[in-house]
Antibody, heavy 117, light 107 residues
């Protein structure tokens, strides 16, 4: 069974940094694209970033490019999202997803990031 | 960027009725990489339909997808009480990946 467990969400001040982690199990992690998607409170879904199987290709939404970095450790079956220069509009539940190609096929339960002073 | 516009915003129906949800893309979605998700309150999104017409594992056959180019439809043939939820379309053909704004199916 595919399991994705996000962690690292917290309350952080504007301008601060945070790193989210996603622990994956139940599938061959190194064979899949991995994806971050976020959802602001009461709002819709927004794609954030994706990374290919060996970490050599990264894509970002315009809203986070230059501030967020996606990475992975295949030896640990883990996905990361380093978030810098956080803003109020980054407040959201951040989901980790296993890619079917670029399609987020299986999702974790999410990790809440709140940016506020 | 491919903008996905879903309509209607809210669909008010009764159990047993047919639901038809629309997703219109601002440009043609290549390779039919248009998908549908269901999200219930407090839960993560669940993949329903991928590549326009294919049901994901475990999805009942009352859910079906159709369309091509810029116009796509999710149909629920007979609403079950558990189907009242938010539905999002999504394209993974072109970066940035995008989602529609969602359709709420309510009783």
């Amino acid at each position: 069974e595919v399991q994705l467990v996000e962690s690292g969400g917290a309350l952080v001040q504007p301008g601060g940094s945070l790193r989210l982690s996603c622990a994956a199990s139940g599938f061959s992690f190194n064979q899949h694209f991995m994806i971050w998607v976020r959802q602001a409170p009461g709002k819709g879904l927004e794609w954030v970033a994706l990374i290919n199987q060996d970490g050599s290709e990264e894509l970002y939404a315009d809203s986070v490019r230059g501030r967020f970095t996606i990475s992975r450790d295949n030896a640990k079956s883990s996905l990361y999202l380093q978030m810098n220069s956080l803003r109020g509009d980054d407040t959201a539940l951040y989901y980790c997803a296993r890619g079917l190609g670029w399609l987020p096929g299986s999702w974790g339960q999410g990790s809440l990031v709140t940016v506020s002073s | 960027e491919i903008v996905l516009t879903q309509s209607p915003g809210t669909l008010s129906l009764s159990p047993g009725e047919r639901a038809t949800l629309s997703c219109r893309a601002s440009q043609s979605v290549a390779r039919n990489y248009l998908h549908w998700f269901q999200q219930k309150p407090g839960q993560s999104p669940r993949l329903l339909i991928y590549n326009v017409i294919n049901r994901a594992t475990g999805i009942p056959d009352r859910f079906s997808g159709s369309g091509s180019g810029t116009n796509f439809t999710l149909t629920i043939s007979s609403l079950d009480p558990g189907d009242f939820a938010m539905y999002y379309c999504h394209q993974s053909a072109l970066s940035p990946l995008t989602f529609g704004g969602g359709t709420r199916v309510e009783i």
